[in-house]
């Protein structure tokens, strides 16, 4: 069965500096990753997603992540953090059991930023 | 345009009493889904509707829950006999069609407690 880990719960950076939030992924096939972002009392938000093009995805926000098979990894960078980046991050996989494309999350990595 | 519109945004409710939570996709969208948050944990599917088709009801947790959906329109989920394990953020999302291609446009959510 597909999984998604994220690796820390909680993860804390200063303004400026770099952001670093980890994802692990299962798949028996080629997945269909994706990173979301969640403010509070909001819905989520679609950050970026890999279809299996570029390894490199660029998206929204400044955010980037790379797809490394070998790792089984899709971790999710930006290379200077903004107070507005404070937020909760999800990383999702693509059920591919069907054609549906209903998601699996990961259980999420709250971001705090401080000035 | 208008997004995804979910209704209450609250709901406090005594175990044992059913509710309804009601969720408007994006005008045009055929492929509806709903997903559970607990508190501190990732989004969890319940039920994938896409157009007139057979809904996927593999992620509903029991027979306490069911929903409708009538063509593309707006969709309710019902949970009965509510337990406080229920408690949680019923997030609605809908995309133009379903499949791992086509974005998810996630509503607010509706915070359920049950006391």
């Known amino acids: 069965a597909q999984s998604v880990t994220q690796l820390g719960s909680h993860v804390s950076v200063s303004e400026g500096a770099l952001v670093l939030l980890r994802c692990n992924y299962s798949?028996?096939?080629?997945?269909?990753l994706f990173w979301y972002v969640q403010y509070p009392n909001q819905g989520l938000q679609l950050l970026l997603k890999y279809t299996s093009a570029a390894t490199l995805v660029k998206g929204i926000n400044g955010f980037e992540a790379e797809f490394k098979k070998s790792e089984t990894s899709f971790h999710l960078t930006k290379p200077s953090a903004h107070m507005s980046d404070a937020a909760e991050y999800f990383c999702a996989v693509s059920d591919d059991s069907s054609n549906t494309g209903k998601l699996i999350f990961g259980q999420g990595t709250t971001l705090q930023v401080k000035p | 345009g208008a997004g995804v519109s979910q209704s209450p945004s609250n709901k406090v409710t005594e175990k044992g009493k059913d509710v309804e939570l009601r969720c408007d996709p994006i005008s045009g969208h055929t492929a509806l889904y709903w997903y559970r948050q607990r508190l501190g944990q990732g989004l969890e599917f319940l039920i994938y509707f896409q157009g007139n088709s057979a809904p996927d009801k593999s992620g509903l947790p029991s027979d306490r829950f069911s929903a409708e959906r009538t063509g593309e329109s707006v969709s309710t989920l019902t949970i009965q006999r509510t337990q406080q394990e229920d408690s949680a953020v019923y997030l609605c999302?809908?995309?133009?069609?379903?499949?791992?291609?086509?974005?998810?446009?996630f509503g607010p959510g509706t915070r359920l407690t049950v006391t």
């Open positions: 798949s028996s096939v080629p997945p269909y």
């Open positions: 999302a809908s995309s133009f069609v379903g499949g791992p291609n086509y974005e998810q446009y």
